[in-house]
């Protein structure tokens, strides 16, 4: 008996250890007491988030019981205004929304049961199955191949924008010159390329970047690269007699690099934007003049100063970051053909109207940006002077 209660509120019963265990570290230590309150506040705000999203799918026209009706309408039965009613009932529609919400609230805070999907016939939790991780580590991807890129080329861009393109210093030899203006032209010149890939990042949809790199195979003759894999290899095991296929592992790869790119094109040209005004803002500051007066210069002065001081702020807006990129999939995955969450949310947000499922995806987009959130905070309090003096004082 009290197996079966401890399974089936088992999530409770972690979130409560996790703050239990803040709290008795936290009695002693300041550090400890403000994880301990940026994990309250954490909670408080997926509290909130869910009540919000699920107070948005009420708004939406019809529901998902009409939807269904209305389906099974075409095939040719015939529907009355009993039926759909009918169908409400059994799908728990005909309650008011803060009944529906809290039962949905407590089955997801007791054991992460996040209700039944009207559409899929099926829990929510079994709708998503992989799909919600198949977008998240399209997300996590095109998150590291943003930074990967946006990071040490901004840095590039703001150690760039002040210099010349050509070198006229009289105390260098006419090689010395001829060299540094060479360098200097190529890094400018690479700057200038980055500006311009940045503000197309920005200008053009993510959506219409797809559809032109898939208009380009075809117009080369070549198989689209939509989807996960080729029909050829769409239903190979991983695993065969003969060991691992590595002909789906090319296949698999062929196709991901796609939503990879296309999600995270913008996401690296703000990025670029957003690193470069960083590092610029920075490099301006007294401190950086008080250190290039004792001294210090080139390389040792960007990286020990401005660059040092600018990787909290962007390292703190991962959460955020990694939501925009989420933001942009819904589209990309339509356009693409894949068959992740995202599109399983545009289908129950435009389509069958389906509540909970709509609702549960939702949600966990939102845990995982707070999370990150939360995550970061932690972090950058443990790592980060600055943001220790500020948030645990002189402790």
């Known amino acids: ?70 389906y099974k309408n075409t095939q040719g039965e015939m529907i009355t205004e009993a039926d759909i009613q009918a169908e409400r009932v059994r799908m728990g529609l005909d309650k008011s929304l803060p009944e529906r919400w809290g039962r949905w609230v407590t089955n997801l805070t007791l054991r992460g049961d996040m209700g039944f999907s009207c559409a899929k016939r099926q829990s929510v939790n079994l709708a998503l199955g992989d799909r919600f991780w198949m977008s998240f580590m399209f997300c996590i991807a095109a998150l590291i191949f943003s930074y990967v890129i ?141 250190a290039r007066a004792r001294g210090v210069d080139g390389v040792a002065l960007w990286a020990g100063y401005p660059v040092r001081h600018s990787i909290s702020p962007l390292f703190n807006s991962v959460g955020f970051d990694f939501q925009r990129i989420f933001n942009d999939l819904p589209i990309v995955a339509i356009v693409i053909g894949l068959t992740d969450s995202a599109a399983l949310l545009i289908e129950a947000l435009s389509m069958t109207n389906d509540q909970e499922l709509a609702a549960g995806i939702l949600f966990l ?20 002077p600055r943001v220790r003096k500020s948030v645990l004082g002189n402790g």
């Open 365 to 384: 987009v939102a845990l995982v940006v707070v999370s990150m959130n939360f995550i970061t905070d932690i972090i950058l309090a443990a790592v980060d």
């Open 1 to 70: 008996m009290v197996f079966q209660f401890l399974s089936n509120t088992w999530l409770l019963w972690v979130l409560l250890s996790i703050g239990g265990v803040l709290w008795w570290n936290g009695r002693d230590s300041q550090y400890f007491r403000y994880v301990l309150n940026r994990y309250l506040l954490a909670l408080v705000a997926l509290f909130l988030v869910s009540a919000i999203v699920f107070s948005l799918m009420e708004v939406l026209p019809g529901d998902c019981a009409e939807k269904y009706i209305a």
């Open 150 to 290: 946006a990071v040490p080329f901004g840095i590039l861009s703001a150690f760039t924008i002040n210099k010349p393109w050509i070198d006229k210093n009289p105390q260098h030899t006419k090689f010395q010159q001829f060299r540094s203006t060479a360098l200097l032209s190529l890094q400018k010149s690479l700057d200038l390329l980055l500006r311009i890939v940045s503000y197309l990042g920005l200008a053009l949809p993510n959506f219409l970047l797809a559809l032109t790199i898939i208009l380009l195979y075809v117009f080369a003759g070549k198989p689209m690269p939509t989807g996960l894999f080729s029909d050829q290899w769409a239903n190979v095991p991983w695993f065969s007699t003969h060991g691992f296929e590595l002909g789906k592992l090319y296949d698999f790869l062929s196709h991901i690099w796609l939503p990879i790119f296309v999600i995270g094109w913008s996401a690296t040209a703000l990025q670029l934007q957003t690193v470069r005004a960083l590092v610029v803002d920075e490099s301006n500051k007294l401190y950086v003049d008080a």
